[in-house]
Structure formats: C-alpha cells, structure tokens
DNA sequence: TTAATTTTTTCGAGGCTCGAAAAAAAGAGC
DNA sequence: GCTCTTTTTTTCGAGCCTCGAAAAAATTAA
C-alpha cells in the first residue's frame, strides 16, 4: 500500500463489507450485518438502501417468521439471484464442464461436454471453450450477459489470472484462455489453477473446519495443491504456484510426467502407483490417463496383503508425507484436506504420510495433524470457480459509486 | 479484514503514509510526499504540521540549497532524532550486540560482549540480555527510555513475535524473552528471526534489487533464509516459519543438528561440509561450532583441487540448489541473496547450485536466476532488526490521534 | 387498547480530503 | 533596488462519510 486512502475508497470498502457479509451469512438483517462489520446501524441502513436501489440486494420476505419475538422484526436481507450471473468453467482431461450461477449463488443452469483435449490443437481447444460458454448462454430464457468467467484447469496459470501456461491436460503451453474469451463473449475472464478453487470452495463450505490456515492436497493422476494462508488464497508471485507435485522428493528419483526426476507426483500420481505396482523402473514413462477402477483394483489388492500393491502405496505416502513436512517447515502445520480420487485410498496412505510427517520439522505435531477426506474433487471446483467469479462482481458493485441512479423514479435527491 | 473503516483509520492510514515516506525517502518536501502518496497537497500540509508540532518530523534547513531553482524553496522534512529511540539487540552463538538507535535510524550507541550461550541456564540468558540492555541505556547521556526492543536470534519466534521457541544457540526452548524484557525494562519487545531481518534489512538497504519478491538465504553454521513475497515479509503462521535448512533434502539421509536425518543443512552447514571433507560418515554427531578459518581453509583446497573438499562443497551446493528450486516450485522464482560466510564460497557452490535448480521445476529459468552474495551477515542483521524496532514506533504516531496538544501553547484551535 | 421492546430510519455533528485561491519565498530581468 | 515570474505551502469552503441520539416503525405482551 504505497498509495494514500481517499475518501471514496472508505465507502468502496464498506460497501464491500456489506454486500460480504450478506453473502457470507445466510440473509442476515441489517443489525446483524452491523454487529459482524462493527459499523454503525446508520451506516448500514444507508448502504443497503444504496444496494437494494442498486438492486443487488432485496428484501426477503421469509415466509416463516424466523423466531416470534417482541419488537420489531427483523428484515432478512438477500443477494439479488437476478441482479446479474457468472459463468464457470471447469476444463479438466477429456471434459469441459460449464455452469451458469444466479448472484445470489444458485446455478442456474449447467452442461458437461465430453473433449479430447490431449489431442486438439491450441487454437481449437480455446474455440470449443468459447463456443461451450455460448451454447449455455444461448439455451436458456433470454437472460444479461453475465458479468464474468471463471476458468478453472489443472497446471499452471500466469499471476494476472488470464493465461494458462502449463497443463497436463494439453501439449500446449501458454493458452491465453483470458483475452481471447474477453475478446469473443465480450466477458472479463480469469484463469485460476483447479487446486486453488478447491481451497476456494472448502473455505466457503465449511469455515469452521477450514478458517484462516489449511492445505488442500489433491490427490489423482497428478498431485495438486491449494493452500490458504492467514485467510488468503497462496499464490505465487508470477504464477499460480504452489506447484507441491513438482517439489522434488528424490534427487535424480523416479521419472515425472513434466520430465524431470522425482517429483512428488512420480512417485505419488496414479501413473506412479501402476508404474510401481507393476515393478516397473522407475524410469519407466508414465502412462497418460489411469482408470479410476484400475487404482481401486490397486488399493485394494494393497488392502488385501503385503505385496508390491502396498509398497507402492507406502512409496506415494512417504513422498506425500515428506513433502508435507516440507511445506510445514515452511507455512507451519495446519489442517490438511485429502482431496480427489486418492482419498480413496487415504486409509492405506495414512500411516507412511504421518510417518514420513514424523521425521520431518513439522513432525512434533505429526500427531495432532488433522486430515479430512474428500473423494468428489468436482464439485469442489466448480463451487470455488463460481465463488470466485462472483468475488469479482462483488467487488464491481462496491466500486460502483453510489450510481448514477438516471431514469431511477422514487429516489428522492438529498 | 472481517471489520469497517472507521472514519479515524483514514486518517491513521494517511498519517502512516506520510511517515512511512519521509522515512524511505530521504527528506523529501510535502510536494514530493503529495506526489508518491498521491495524497493532495492541502492534506499532506495538514498531516505533516500536525506531525511537526507532536515532534515527529522536523523541518530540515539544508545547508546546502538542493537545487537553486525559480520559485519558492522546498523545505526538507526529516525525522526528528530526538523525537524517540528503539533497541536493536542481536544474539548470536556467544555474542550479544546491543545498539540504541535515534527515530531518524541512525545509531546513538553500540556495544558488544561476549556470551557463552551455550552453557547458560535458560533464566541466566534471559537476564544477561535486560541486563546488557539496562547497561547501553544506563551508560549514555540521560535520556527517554526507547520505545521499543527489537531482539533478532537464530532459530524459530512464535507468531506473536514475543518468544523464543527454539535456537541453535541454546539448548533451552521456549524463552519468553518478550514478556520478560517488557516487566524488567518497562519497554514492549518484539523477538525476530535473525534471517527475516536480514530480508528486511536488504529491502531497505537496496529497494531497486531487492524488491517486492527475493529470498535471502544465510550460510553459516546453519542454514537460514528470509524471503519477501509480495512486498511482505513472509512468516509462518504459528511462528517465525521458513526454516529452510531443515527442509527434507534426501530422505533418512544426513545426520542433522537438529537431530532429524537429511535436512539441506545437513548438508550445507558447515559442520556439515567439514564432516564431509573430513570423509566422516553422515551419521557422525555434528560438530558444535567450526571457526571461520577452517571453513575457508576447505574453501580453499576445494579450489585448488579435486577431492573430498571439493565434493563437499558440491553436495552442499546441490542441497541448496534442490531446496531453492522447491522454493521455486512454490513461490516463483525470484532473485536470491547469498548471506553470511558461505558467500566467501560461492564461487564453489554456484555451479552445482545451478546445475541443482535445472533440475528443478524453478529449472526453466535457472540462467536467468540472479544471485548476489553479501557475506556480512550481521550489519544487516542488526539493520533489519532497527527498522522494524522503528517500524513499531511508526505505526504508534500514526495511531496518535492529533495529541491532545495539553500544555502545548502556539497551536491555534481551529 | 396500551405498554414494552426491538429494528430501522432520520438528522445534525464532527472529521476528513479535495480543489481553488491566496500567501509565501525565492530567482530573473531591468 | 524594484517588479515580475515561478514554485511551494497554507488557507478556506465544499462535499462526503460515519456516528450517536432521537424518532419512527413494527411487532408481542398484558
């Protein structure tokens, strides 16, 4: 902050307070709202009334009187669903999930399209995402352009939010996914790294469990992870980063699907684990897309008896392990979600984690460690997709100076 | 930032701006605050009289007329040396530095004494430093007691800056210096990590190369790092974080002073390097404190010849060099400066720690990378912990409402 | 129907920043 | 030495913003 703090920037922020805490809360009234921001009633009933005249807020008549008590009721207020929308995009191997949100949050409407994304060519990948976004769009009643995109891929993106540099996904590098929807839809669009959305939607969904300071592995063909520090999304200073599944485990190790030599993911990704179990070499290249029933054939042949299944197994946990002691050295420890596919497996994959955890720095607190599971990574993803399309808007209508309120009847002038 | 902006906080914002500029700049006019602030003049000129007449800035008469220019002279405003003071206390492996330092920065007073860290009990440490600081503050001129105690040591602070959990430097853990030096001297005190000083002290000393984003990696006996992300000095969440040296290098690999197996400094200390000059085996007990001569004596014969020395240097130059690039894989790659006596032998150690860093997911921009080496540590050291002392003293004048201005005659109400 | 209670709005006060104008403090030119 | 020009700094009124207190609104309890 080098800049100095203007008058109209206190009311550009307390506006976002607002319009924060009712999306955060579930419809509170405006005396609630004033007790979670600390500012006065008076402020409050001035800004929401800015906000409903703006219509990004109403009223909610809730039908059931929350709780009968004496006095005057409270006003629940709500975000507007129809005030505007966003779009979500998941683009993921093979598939290419859309989904258009309500502001209030609800999805509106939704499609899947299967896509041989390993074998398309750059341009034609990035025209099947504007043209999947249109066929949403067009479906529906006739609705508003929608205020925003969010794209949502596995690899890596660039730190203003607009390029896709590297996935696993595609042979293509440095996508620019962001302009070139801008330039189509005529729609702001940013990119976002999937485990990022992940840390993202778990925050949403369970704050409690997931406050200020968690990790969000994910565990699938590759290794992912979205880390939310002193309540912030972690990024990286000119990319997405926390590339945890390129962090290196063996010097000169097992071969990566990027290409270099033991990373995490060599020895912890779904190729890994059938690379392993095969007794292969662990130079062996990696195989391109694994069979969700072929890793639980694995895990459970691992379940089932001591062989080269568990070793396997206990390969991925220790390279998991140690490089969660790792970023515990860094960030210090703090909750841990298991997320995808691999969570499956988390009963086997436990103990070679809290071992390795053990022999680590972070490993005083191997024991206090909390991990929690979480099979469906997808839902997970579009969710923070949404979530974080709509922080965008929020912030446009904090912004958006008291408008102009022209051709606006009933609005008496100070 | 859950709760509003109150009207005051504009204010304390603004005033910290002002501050903050005057003491990055060096005694710049109100014209050139107005311009980096992007504040408008009226308000820079109400701040800043408000500031002189607390006894904060000054008006500077330079002997010297900066630019004999058309027009009415800039006046210079500088920090009042006299306005406050803070204590930079540096403990290190048998050494404690004390300095007073006036608000301008400049240093008032110094000492140094010897300390035999290791062999002292916990509460005879604690009270060796209250007593050296009582004997700087006692020795000098009469004058105010400092606002502020800055004390940096090697190892991990809790997150509330006010303990030490654990150093190298002692065998005892957890010393609450912070609360201790507070009821003995009467004066708040914040304990830092030796290395996240270093980092700030490098921002401050070179703002146009170390900018918003590099890490500083200190190597000595052990292996330290700062690391600015963001313009913000990185730190865990529960303590001081970053503890690169204890990152996992090779799992159950090198013995570490730390007692756990294959930390980077087991590798890269420099116990580590004689250990392994020495064609000792990895398990053999770390030696304690290996003088600087001997280490350059192995520098030397790495230089003149293949042999263990020279290898020694290449495994530790290769441990760095992994650990920088899981670095990288996180953070994003950004300039490093090499620290403390290690950078006597970097021109040894960079060939492998590049060589490392290609090897890495950071290895795209390995050539690109810029390393520049600095081996006294402890100016900045001491530096860095001086800024922050101040830092501290900063935030409380801004957060001075206008004074009540009691007693103070020849300041007209408005 | 009245009293009590709680929420929400209204209104004036006090602060803060800003732009414009005025004041201040020099050099330039004659 | 005096006036004009130029640049910095201060002054002043306008416009916002938030706050506390009081008023208004909307309900339950008696």
């Given at each position: 902050?080098?800049?100095?703090?203007?008058?109209?920037?206190?009311?550009?922020?307390?506006?976002?307070?607002?319009?924060?805490?009712?999306?955060?809360?579930?419809?509170?009234?405006?005396?609630?709202?004033?007790?979670?921001?600390?500012?006065s009633n008076s402020t409050i009933s001035a800004?929401?009334?800015?906000?409903?005249?703006?219509?990004?807020?109403?009223?909610?008549?809730?039908?059931?009187?929350?709780?009968?008590?004496?006095?005057?009721p409270q006003v629940a207020l709500g975000l507007n669903p129809g005030f505007d929308s966003v779009v979500s995009v998941v683009l993921t191997l093979n598939q290419l999930w859309t989904s258009l949100i309500s502001y209030d949050g609800t999805v509106a409407d939704e499609a899947v399209?299967?896509?041989?994304?390993?074998?398309m060519?750059?341009?034609?990948?990035?025209?099947?995402?504007?043209?999947?976004?249109?066929?949403?769009?067009?479906r529906g009643p006739r609705r508003r352009r929608p205020a925003r995109i969010a794209?949502?891929?596995?690899?890596?993106?660039?730190?203003?939010?607009?390029?896709?540099?590297?996935?696993?996904?595609?042979?293509?590098?440095?996508?620019?996914?962001?302009?070139?929807?801008?330039?189509?839809?005529?729609?702001?669009?940013?990119?976002?790294?999937?485990?990022?959305?992940?840390?993202?939607?778990?925050?949403?969904?369970?704050?409690?469990?997931?406050?200020?300071?968690f990790f969000a592995v994910l565990l699938s063909n590759g290794i992912g992870m979205g880390l939310m520090q002193k309540g912030q999304l972690f990024t990286g200073t000119h990319s997405s980063g926390?590339?945890?599944?390129?962090?290196?485990?063996?010097?000169?190790?097992?071969?990566?699907?990027?290409?270099?030599?033991?990373?995490i993911e060599a020895y912890a990704?779904?190729?890994?684990?059938?690379?392993?179990?095969?007794?292969?070499?662990?130079?062996?290249?990696?195989?391109?897309?694994?069979?969700?029933?072929?890793?639980?054939?694995?895990?459970?042949?691992?379940?089932?008896?001591?062989?080269?299944?568990r070793a396997a197994f206990r390969r991925a946990g220790e390279a998991i392990g140690y490089g969660m002691g790792n970023l515990f050295a860094l960030f210090d420890p703090a909750p841990v979600a298991i997320v995808g596919p691999g969570a499956l497996a988390f009963d086997i994959l436990?103990?070679?984690?809290?071992?390795?955890?053990?022999?680590?720095?972070?490993?005083?607190?191997?024991?206090?460690?909390?991990?929690?599971?979480?099979?469906n990574e997808m839902p997970l993803i579009r969710e923070g997709c949404a979530m974080t399309a709509l922080a965008f808007v929020d912030d446009q209508v904090a912004a958006r100076a008291s408008a102009p309120a022209a051709h606006q009847p009933g609005r008496a002038m100070a």
């Open positions: 902050m080098t800049v100095g703090v203007r008058h109209d920037d206190l009311r550009r922020r307390n506006r976002a307070m607002v319009v924060g805490a009712v999306r955060r809360a579930t419809q509170p009234s405006r005396t609630e709202i004033a007790a979670t921001t600390r500012l800004i929401s009334s800015d906000l409903i005249a703006e219509g990004a807020l109403v009223e909610v008549k809730s039908g059931e009187t929350a709780l009968a008590r004496r006095g005057r399209q299967r896509l041989p994304t390993m074998t060519g750059k341009d034609e990948l990035a025209e099947a995402v504007v043209e999947a976004v249109r066929c949403l769009l067009q794209l949502a891929v596995q690899g890596i993106t660039d730190s203003s939010d607009s390029r896709l540099l590297w996935s696993p996904i595609t042979p293509h590098s440095d996508i620019a996914f962001g302009p070139l929807l801008e330039e189509r839809l005529g729609i702001p669009t940013t990119v976002q790294n999937d485990c990022n959305m992940i840390a993202v939607a778990l925050k949403w969904r369970w704050p409690q469990r997931y406050g200020a300071d926390g590339e945890f599944g390129h962090m290196i485990h063996v010097p000169h190790g097992a071969l990566c699907r990027c290409g270099r030599r033991g990373c990704g779904n190729y890994a684990l059938v690379r392993s179990a095969a007794g292969g070499a662990e130079t062996d290249p990696p195989a391109a897309d694994i069979g969700q029933a072929e890793i639980e054939a694995l895990a459970d042949a691992a379940r089932a008896s001591e062989g080269r299944e436990e103990e070679p984690i809290r071992a390795a955890i053990a022999q680590t720095a972070g490993g005083q607190h191997s024991g206090a460690i909390s991990f929690a599971t979480e099979p």
